[in-house]
């Protein structure tokens, strides 16, 4: 059995106060309060979305989790008035148990406020292996801006109880990615996984093609992109007019990723020089890239979509009717 150190950490940020309002007055280590309360093992879409039905269990009590299964921590927070925290889930390996694949998030989280409830998620990525945790700890990533609020304390710590399951059959105890779906979990309606299909559709009616280049389980960017643009049926529904929409995803959870995908999403990440996610790419039928940017961006579905008129315009569009040339990823 292994044994691995997980940390919770919550990192401080100033609210800002409205105009000539008092400010709030200053913070130490104790004021920021993080309370691990409950241990869950789940389907890992669960992760997202509500929590209702989830039964929690206390942090020690002694959990088997089987192969591909996720666990979800619970935290109970409370933070001083006029100051916001996000709860970042962190990787302190030991040295010698980096080796061990693990999924943390989500990173970053949302800001909160006041008194509440947070949830991360641990998932084992290793292919068959077995694995044991028995400690998590929650600490501290301060914001530079808060001088007096120290590096490193420790906000809470819960003894646990996880047997992570080596997977099981007679396939060698190989990855769960060989069982991945036919679509990838990540796609959203109105998009496809399928770059090749893409540029084929995309020279006959004469569109250029949108890749968004995606970390879908653990990119909390990524997910604020994908929950307020790319997934709302008023940005397929005018885009689609101008562009094919590719999704290709790099979540840590290889499951989540179709077979094509898993084939061509690393290949196309390469070839297109991605650094960082979300990125977006815009190609042409032929796979020549023509405009990019990286990074979450404001506004909404149509703040999104002025952007793209705006970051197209001088752009040439392909005509209708065409074929695209070979391409060898």
């Known amino acids: ?28 280590t104790n004021d920021f309060k993080a309370v691990i309360t409950g241990l869950a093992v789940v389907e890992p879409s669960q992760r997202r979305g509500s929590k209702d039905g989830i039964d929690f269990v206390p942090p020690e009590t002694p959990l088997e989790v089987p192969f591909g299964k996720t666990v979800l921590f619970r935290v109970e927070y409370d933070f001083p008035e006029g100051y916001s925290a ?3 889930m962190n990787t302190v390996w030991p040295r010698e148990e980096r080796r061990n694949a ?23 990525l290793e292919k068959g292996a077995e694995c044991t945790l028995r400690t998590v ?5 301060p914001d530079p801006g808060l001088d007096d609020f120290p590096n490193g304390w420790q906000a809470a710590s819960a003894t646990v109880n996880l047997d992570f399951k080596a997977k099981t059959g007679d396939d060698g105890g190989e990855s769960a990615a060989d069982d991945a779906p036919a679509v990838s979990k990540s796609v959203p309606k109105g998009w496809t996984e399928d770059f090749e299909a893409a ?7 004469g569109k250029l093609i949108l890749i968004d280049f995606s970390g879908s389980d653990w990119c909390g960017w990524c997910k604020k ?12 529904r005018e885009v689609t007019k101008k562009f094919v929409l590719v999704m290709v995803d790099s979540p840590r959870d290889k ?11 690393q290949k196309l990440t390469e070839k297109y020089e991605v650094r960082g996610f979300p990125t977006v790419v815009i190609v042409n039928p032929d796979g020549e890239a023509v405009k990019s940017h990286s990074g979450y961006r404001r506004g909404g579905p149509q703040g999104y979509i002025k952007y793209l008129r705006e970051l197209t315009r001088g752009v040439k569009w392909p005509r209708k009717g065409g074929t695209a040339k070979p391409m060898d990823l």
């Not at 150190?5 to 007055?25: D, Q, R």
């Not at 499951?255 to 999403?265: G, P, T």
């Open 199 to 205: 540029r084929q559709q995309a020279a006959k009616e």
């Open 137 to 141: 700890a929650a600490k501290t990533k």
């Open 225 to 236: 992109m994908d929950e307020e643009v790319f997934s709302q049926d008023r940005f397929v």
């Open 1 to 28: 059995m292994k044994r691995a150190l997980v940390g919770i950490a919550v990192m401080a940020a100033f609210a800002v106060t409205a105009s000539g309002a008092a400010e709030p007055p200053p913070v130490s």
């Open 255 to 265: 499951s989540m990723l179709s077979a094509l995908a898993r084939k061509q999403n």
């Open 102 to 124: 693990y999924g943390f998030g989500f990173n970053p989280s949302p800001l909160y406020k006041g008194k509440g409830t947070a949830y991360g998620f641990l998932s084992l």
């Open 86 to 88: 996000r709860i970042w």
